[in-house]
């Protein structure tokens, strides 16, 4: 399964490494990572895409990162009502009579072109993850020359539909 | 902490430097005992320790693996964080072995270890290791001091995490450069940790539900585990054993928690416990896990485990719920906190003839056994010969190997406490500078060190440790010329290829121990045996036993590896 999971975390020192050093040594797969801080001061925020095989190794993960003494709060927020941005820099191999061609592939993924050179140019793209790859896809045929993604980040919309059903992975509370 | 002390820090000038805070922060933690080692990195901390030498014992084992496993010794039988201090580079390096065996163990330590200073962090200076890098996956946390006003802090919050909740190891790395600065700044020692808020009281409804299974429940077995002695909770777990006749049974790390010669005693189970105590745990209806986090050498193959079972566990991390076992009932709690709460709520459940006559059945078919030995001594009998002579009340800890499962075996604790081994780790060379921590903890306790020839020559360097400070630990080496739990696999599962595994050269350890100005013996057989042991124990010192055991006997009985608990081998015929 394909989760998406945020942490805040004590905006200390070796944090990072705290927390992927415990997804790596209890063998748990990250796709991606982004990390940022918040609008409180000392916190920052952490959204990790992970692939895990099931709920109970889920659980774990959710469980183990929580007794980290710098995470303030996990959540598993993949089943959620959410807003999940990344963005991409797509390098694409391009010539004057290519870039208006190209213009036209990145108009409706709202992409823009942020860098041009004679043999080259960059789209910047944001959105959910299935859209930057849609991109991807379509702009592979030129050339791709270099590619940098951020990762997913993500949080609550304000507003959650009423129902909601959603395991429950803490049983403290 | 000696009374002079305190009033002279109490009149006396204020601290001068990082390491004067950090020592008065230590007298203020009411810490009196100190296991640690010298070296460029610490001598500011090692400064102001001399200044105030009459606040604590200050431990010099030979090796900071020593100074390490010592404190865990202590920890165990007492409760309180080890203190250990080292230096920076090979010092840290060398404790990293206790702190992993700490961490598995959930034992409290606070580890202060000397770092380069500030200003060299990260360039690869003299005797600079990555210690916050390498202790961070076998810590519960760990700091590394930033500012000096940071250290009245970070040691209390050292000691509020490393002995709360879970309770396990916690390293602070202080660059030389903040311990020797002088000190002029304010600082504040409240602290606030919104990420540690450990749960220790149990939800009432999952108490209710626990309680409901129980009156249902035709064959309930209760699993007691080390968190049992760490919440100090054996009286409550005996009082719930017995007002719903329940059959109890532990890990290797619970021994003591319940008494080992109660009727309702099934004794260890796992890979090397009793027949009756897996053939419960495999049959049981219910089982209760009362801090025991459901290790693979407990359990075997887990298809099988308490392949029938409703399964309550209660634990105080909730990590270790449903982490290995599915969990039906799962109760986030102190152990001592979730008995009392049990005891209160739930009412006397019926007896459970059947299934008490079906599990002393098994108990009086398939005892633990050995076949006794005329010429030579046995070393399960050894044991016997041990609980014998100490009451069966002594401080045991054992290194790693055979002799540590016929320990296991056959000293029938009846006391919490008084059970030091390394169980999640297994590390040898744990064993004897543990008893040495246990005996400073428990200076008027028995404490007998059970060692083989192999773990003993581990850490042995610490005899001088004996000497120097008087403690009268008995250390009975099982000498059987092998790395014998190896060497017993390579028997059964290699066709006995004995690689690597014998031990035919070692030296004369009756007269090693007489260097340290010890007492040494050497026993052979049965009756040298007899005639010396009231004296091994009579005796007000030190003691170095070389007692020469029975070379190829083997732990039995087992379970092989992948195999459940219902396939035990080596089962008395
Ligand atoms: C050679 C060898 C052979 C071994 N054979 C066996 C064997 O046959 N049988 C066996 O059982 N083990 C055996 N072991 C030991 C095994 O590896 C584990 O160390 C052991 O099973 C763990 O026991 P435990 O779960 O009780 O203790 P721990 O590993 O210390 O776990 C304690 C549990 O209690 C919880 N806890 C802590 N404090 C509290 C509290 N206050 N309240 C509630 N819960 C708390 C913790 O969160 C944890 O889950 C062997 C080890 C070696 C080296
Ligand atoms: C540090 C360390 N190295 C290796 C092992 C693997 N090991 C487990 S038991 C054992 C043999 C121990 O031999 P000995 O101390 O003589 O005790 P015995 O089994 O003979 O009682 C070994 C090598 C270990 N547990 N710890």
Known sequence: MRRVITATVQNRSGVLNRVTGLLHKRQFNIESISVGRTETDSISKMTFVVEVPDHQKLEQLVKQLNKQIDVLKVSDITDKAIVARELALIKVVSNSQLRNEIQGIIEPFRASIIDVSRDSLTVQVTGKTDKVEALIDLLRPYGIKELARTGLTAFLRGHQPQVTDLPSYSILK | ?573
């Open chain 2, 1 to 573: 902490m000696s009374v002079e002390a305190k009033s002279e820090t109490q009149t006396g000038a204020k601290p001068k430097t990082g390491a004067d805070l950090l020592v008065q922060s230590l007298i203020d933690e009411g810490v009196d005992t100190i296991f640690g080692y010298p070296g460029g990195a610490v001598l500011p901390i090692y400064d102001a320790l001399y200044k105030a030498r009459e606040s604590f014992d200050h431990i010099l084992a030979r090796h900071e693996q020593g100074s390490v496993h010592a404190a865990e010794g202590y920890a165990r039988v007492s409760g309180k964080p080890g203190v250990v201090i080292a230096t920076s580079g090979p010092g840290a390096t060398n404790l990293v072995t206790g702190i992993a065996d700490a961490m598995m163990d959930s034992l409290p330590l606070v580890v202060f270890t000397g770092q380069v200073a500030r200003s060299v962090i990260g360039t690869d200076a003299f005797q600079e290791a990555d210690v916050m890098g390498i202790t961070t996956p076998i810590t519960k946390h760990n700091y590394q001091v930033q500012s000096l006003s940071d250290i009245p802090r970070i040691v209390k919050e050292a000691f509020h995490i490393a002995s709360t909740g879970r309770k396990g190891p916690v390293v602070v790395d202080i660059p030389k450069d903040i311990s020797a600065t002088i000190h002029d700044e304010n600082y504040d020692t409240d602290f606030h940790l919104p990420g540690y808020q450990p749960t220790t009281k149990p939800n009432p409804l999952q108490i209710k539900k626990l309680a409901d299974a129980l009156v249902r429940s035709k064959k309930p077995v209760l699993l007691a585990g080390a968190g049992v002695l760490h919440g100090e909770a054996s009286s409550q777990l005996k009082a719930f054993a017995v007002k719903h006749s329940l059959p109890v049974t532990t890990t290797l790390l619970g021994l003591g928690s319940f008494p080992g010669d109660h009727e309702l005693s099934l004794g260890m189970a796992g890979m090397h416990g009793t027949y009756a105590a897996n053939k419960a745990l495999y049959e049981c209806d219910l089982l209760i896990n009362i801090g025991a986090r459901f290790d693979d050498r407990l359990t075997g193959n887990l298809n099988h485990f308490a392949k029938y079972a409703t399964v309550a566990h209660i634990d105080i991390d909730p990590a270790e719920i449903g982490k290995n076992v599915e969990t039906k009932i799962p109760i986030v709690s102190d152990s001592k906190a979730a008995l009392s709460e049990l005891l209160s709520v739930a009412n006397e459940s019926p007896k459970h003839y059947e299934w008490m006559d079906k599990l002393n059945a098994y108990q009086a078919e398939c005892p633990l056994w050995y076949e006794d030995s005329q010429e030579k001594i046995s070393p399960q009998w050894l044991i016997q010969k041990i609980h014998e002579a100490t009451d069966g009340d002594a401080i045991v800890t054992t290194d790693v190997g055979q002799h540590q499962m016929w320990a296991a075996q056959y000293y029938k604790f009846t006391n919490a406490d008084k059970w030091v081994t390394s169980g999640g780790l297994g590390t040898m060379g744990f064993g004897f500078p543990a008893a040495i921590g246990a005996q400073l903890a428990k200076p008027d306790e028995t404490v007998v060190a059970i060692v083989g020839d192999g773990g003993f020559q581990m850490t042995l360097q610490e005899l001088s440790l004996l000497q120097e400070k008087g403690l009268p630990v008995k250390v009975i080496i099982v000498n059987n010329e092998a790395l014998g739990m190896v060497r017993q696999w390579q028997e059964k599962f290699y066709d006995e290829r004995y690689s690597e595994s014998l031990l035919t050269v070692q030296p004369d350890f009756v007269k090693l121990a007489e260097s340290y100005q010890i007492r040494g013996l050497r026993v052979e057989s049965p009756e040298e045996l007899e005639h010396i042991i009231p004296d091994i124990f009579n005796y007000n010192g030190p003691v170095v036993v070389d007692c020469r055991v029975l070379k190829l006997e083997n732990v039995y009985p087992m379970i092989a590896p992948g195999k459940g608990l219902h396939e035990m081998i080596g089962v008395k015929p």
